[in-house]
């Protein structure tokens, strides 16, 4: 079957061009102003030299704004020590040798804007202090603490739900309301990612609760009670069968937050025995939580001496990982110009353990182009043609639309959404909750 062309900025009236033209040379300057304003703290810290090394990562960032503006040829990378590098410049020989020139505005979009924050990532790899400094930390912090209201109202009730013992098999439809509340709350908390708003803050300033009510005619694409049945019936609450959940976890912040809500929710309603987090290698698409954002997470919510309600549920969260029922693990996959088909190929161990899995949650945008393999799919395509191939086991996507990429959406439903709003498939307004479920063969049997 052919497929349909990757979305790229060559199109001028694409959001790969918007985010190409506007968004990533926003991003990089970001940077910039980021390392001026440290760069006397970070002489103080580490020793004059980091002086010059801030210097150096200056005019890499002006160097990476200019040839994005100018859609220059993008070139091989050059931190030799890091373990990835071999990955990501086999990847880019590979385009060149078939005589194609990668640059900005005319390659794939994915590949591109996934070279910019690799390529940001670089320029930190060759100084010798500044390569564990996030340029994005301050931002991703910001979120957190300007959504502490709406933590509190989550944590709260979180924290009632969990320390009501309810009987699972005589309390089917209260656990099935909380699984839809949490879920839908870590959905929503999508819509803080700060790669959309070039870093500007994004926070969450409602009451989640009432949120999710307001928005349900937002789902377009709503797959949760196929899920809570397919959870529930493999009977986790009532015998002690090991049933996994990867949860591929996407921005820091209060995002980040409402994940750990979602899968505090369901280990302690015993829906899975064991979760393993996915966080992100290094800082990628601004906002993305890696392990040193997870851990921040936790520590606010331990040292908050004032506030009770943040320490029981940081003390249950603790607890998660010190019994091996939360595992926290990084994998370079998650940060390749790879889109999912290619996993089992590229990172075979990743997707084996992955297949053992009873569901993978991924979150966020990105994960779902990633998914689609960033192509032009008609609205109306099957999501199990646009995955191709890509079946470890099932899966759900919880994603707010922030691309022009979506699948398995009625034709007449797209039009009708688009007289409603045009920008639909990109204004983080509009979300899914789309599931793949893999169909037992006998071996799985
Ligand atoms: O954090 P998320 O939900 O993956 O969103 C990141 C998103 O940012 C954008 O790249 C915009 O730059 C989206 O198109 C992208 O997929
Ligand atoms: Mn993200």
């Known amino acids: 079957m052919a497929l349909p062309p990757p979305l790229s900025a060559k199109d001028e009236k694409s959001f790969a061009y918007e985010t190409i033209k506007d968004r990533l040379p926003l991003i990089v300057t970001r940077i910039v102003d980021f390392l001026a304003r440290h760069r006397t703290n970070f002489a103080k810290q ?31 990378l050059n931190d030799n020590h890091t373990d990835d590098i071999h990955i990501w410049n086999e990847y880019l020989q590979k385009e060149m040798d078939q005589g194609k020139v990668i640059s900005w505005f005319q390659s794939n979009w994915l590949l591109v804007e996934c070279y910019m924050y690799r390529k940001i990532a670089e320029a930190f790899n060759l100084t010798a202090h500044l390569q564990h400094v996030d340029p994005f930390i301050e931002m991703k912090q910001h979120t957190f603490y300007s959504s502490v209201q709406a933590i509190d109202v989550v944590l709260a009730q979180l924290n009632i739900d969990i320390e009501q013992t309810t009987d699972p098999v005589n309390n089917k ?33 409602h009451d989640p609760f009432h949120q999710i009510t307001e928005l349900k005619t937002h789902i377009l694409i709503n797959h949760e009670t196929s899920l809570f049945n397919y959870l529930y019936d493999q009977q986790a609450y009532l015998l002690n069968f090991d049933v996994c959940i990867d949860f591929v976890l996407d921005n820091a912040g209060f995002e980040l937050l409402t994940d ?31 392990k040193t954002d997870f851990d921040w997470l936790l520590e606010q919510l331990s040292n908050s001496s004032s506030n009770s309600v943040w320490q029981i549920a940081s003390k249950r969260w603790q607890q998660h990982i010190q019994n091996g029922q939360w595992i926290i693990q990084t994998h370079r996959f998650f940060t390749l110009p790879y889109d999912y088909s290619y996993m089992q190929q590229i990172s075979s161990e990743l997707y084996c353990t992955m297949s053992q899995s009873k569901l993978i949650i991924f979150k966020g945008d990105l994960n779902y182009r990633k998914l689609v393999g960033d192509l032009r799919w008609p609205l109306n395509e099957r999501f199990e043609t646009a995955l191709r191939g890509f079946q470890p086991t099932s899966f759900v996507v919880l994603r707010t639309c922030k691309a022009d ?41």
Not at 48 to 76: G, Q
Not at 422 to 428: D, I, S, T
Request: hydrophobic share 40%; proline share 2%.
């Open 46 to 76: 580490y020793g004059e030299v980091t002086e010059n090394e801030c210097k150096s990562c200056i005019s890499a960032m002006d160097k990476l704004r200019y040839e994005i503006a100018r859609d220059k040829p993008i070139l091989l």
């Open 173 to 205: 439809s209260t656990i099935e309301q909380q699984f839809y509340n949490y879920m839908e709350i870590s959905l929503w908390g999508n819509q803080c990612d700060l790669s959309l708003s070039g870093g500007a803050n994004r926070s969450q300033e």
């Open 260 to 290: 750990l809500c979602f899968a505090d929710f369901l280990i302690s309603k015993r829906l899975c025995s064991r979760i393993t987090l996915h966080l992100k290698c290094f800082p990628w698409f601004v906002s993305d939580a890696t």
């Open 405 to 445: 990429v979506q699948v398995d959406i009625d034709l007449k439903v797209g039009q009708e959404i688009t007289k409603i709003d045009p920008r639909w498939m990109v204004n983080g307004k509009w979300a899914v909750i789309q599931a793949f479920f893999k169909k037992q063969t006998e071996k799985d049997i």
